[in-house]
T-cell receptor, first 111, second 115 residues
């Protein structure tokens, strides 16, 4: 079983819609969770971090965390073509508290 | 303030050669982590350094080594290159590993191609 799993995608949504990205993790003691956005040919860019159960909102982005279900999600409201990218879920874990990434979900927002 | 910088941007090597990749963290950050990202996958953890000491190592062979300098910059060395080492090598900077939430900020990466 992979340590961090994401819905494989690719995911396509029309402009203005809500994009929903999901992630599950296996390490129950993980405390810190991140979403990175990666444009093609570029490096990952941190867009959200979440540490407590519940929702965290930042502009058009909402991260949701449920530690009991070992589930974290990212909602993008009013999706724009510029949101088209691969979204990586990352969990802080391990003895060095390094990031463990999922394989990413490719999102395309159609104009 | 400048972000994380990495050099070189691109590199082409042949099998069996050695490569050194360099990284400078964000000013004030004392921890550097290295990740390898192959096409279609998420980054995989290679090393983490803090205050010049290795804090963690991922599941990579001994051909991979790294070090951190007193100014907190870092080098990643890979010996006896294999075709499978072709990847984007990412350096991430954080203030202190595992504390304050553990946010890590990535540099632009070094694209290594092994022929």
């Amino acid at each position: 079983q992979k340590e961090v799993e994401q819905n494989s995608g690719p995911l396509s949504v029309p402009e203005g819609a809500i994009a929903s990205l999901n992630c599950t993790y296996s390490d129950r003691v993980s405390q810190s969770f991140f979403w990175y956005r990666q444009y093609s040919g570029k490096s990952p860019e941190l867009i959200m971090s979440i540490y407590s159960n519940g929702d965290k909102e930042d502009g058009r982005f909402t991260a949701q965390l449920n530690k009991a279900s070992q589930y974290v999600s990212l909602l993008i409201r009013d999706s724009q073509p510029s949101d088209s990218a691969t979204y990586l879920c990352a969990v802080l874990s391990g003895s060095a508290r390094q990031l463990t990434f999922g394989s990413g979900t490719q999102l395309t927002v159609l104009p | 303030d400048a972000g994380v910088t990495q050099s070189p941007t691109h590199l082409i090597k042949t099998r069996g050669q050695h490569v050194t990749l360099r990284c400078s963290p964000i000013s004030g950050h004392k921890s550097v982590s290295w990740y390898q990202q192959v096409l279609g996958q998420g980054p995989q953890f290679i090393f983490q350094y803090y205050e010049k000491e290795e804090r963690g190592r991922g599941n990579f062979p001994d051909r991979f080594s790294a070090r951190q300098f007193p100014n907190y910059s870092s080098e990643l060395n890979v010996n006896a290159l294999l075709l499978g080492d072709s990847a984007l090598y990412l350096c991430a900077s954080s203030p202190t590993p595992g504390l304050a939430g553990g946010e890590q900020f990535f540099g632009p990466g070094t694209r290594l191609t092994v022929l």
